[in-house]
Nanobody, 124 residues
Framework: QEQFVESGGGLVQAGGSLRLSCAAP????????MGWYRRAPGKQRELVAT???????NYVDSVEGRFTISRDNAKNTVYLQMDSLKPEDTAVYYC??????????????????WGQGTQVTVSS
């Protein structure tokens, strides 16, 4: 069963940078808009950045101008360059399709619906 595999998180001081990577299941990568989601402690999951198959991007206001999403279609990989990080960016970051597949549809297509995520912690 294919999985989403996120990496690149860590502990960084405010103002620092991190680059996240996510290897996505090939069965869905080439045909879907992909996105980075995050879940901060005590909050709901939030979609922060999206990129279409053609490379058009969109960002939530809180990260606009600081985060850059990109994708490598040959490697089924999506990236998130995060600059000028703030403590409020602290969260577990996940990648997935936009919209994401239900657990049922993911199982039917043969991949895990969500990866483990990668923890990003920004200290003040």
């Amino acid at each position: 069963q294919e999985q989403f595999v996120e990496s690149g998180g860590g502990l960084v001081q405010a103002g620092g940078s991190l680059r996240l990577s996510c290897a996505a299941p090939g069965i869905i990568f080439s045909i879907n808009t992909m996105g980075w989601y995050r879940r901060a402690p005590g909050k709901q999951r939030e979609l922060v950045a999206t990129i279409t198959t053609g490379g058009s991007t969109n960002y939530v206001d809180s990260v606009e101008g600081r985060f850059t999403i990109s994708r490598d279609n040959a490697k089924n990989t999506v990236y998130l360059q995060m600059d000028s990080l703030k403590p409020e960016d602290t969260a577990v970051y996940y990648c997935n399709a936009v919209p994401y597949y239900s657990d049922y549809d993911a199982r039917r297509l043969g991949f895990g619906s969500w990866g483990q995520g990668t923890q990003v912690t920004v200290s003040s």
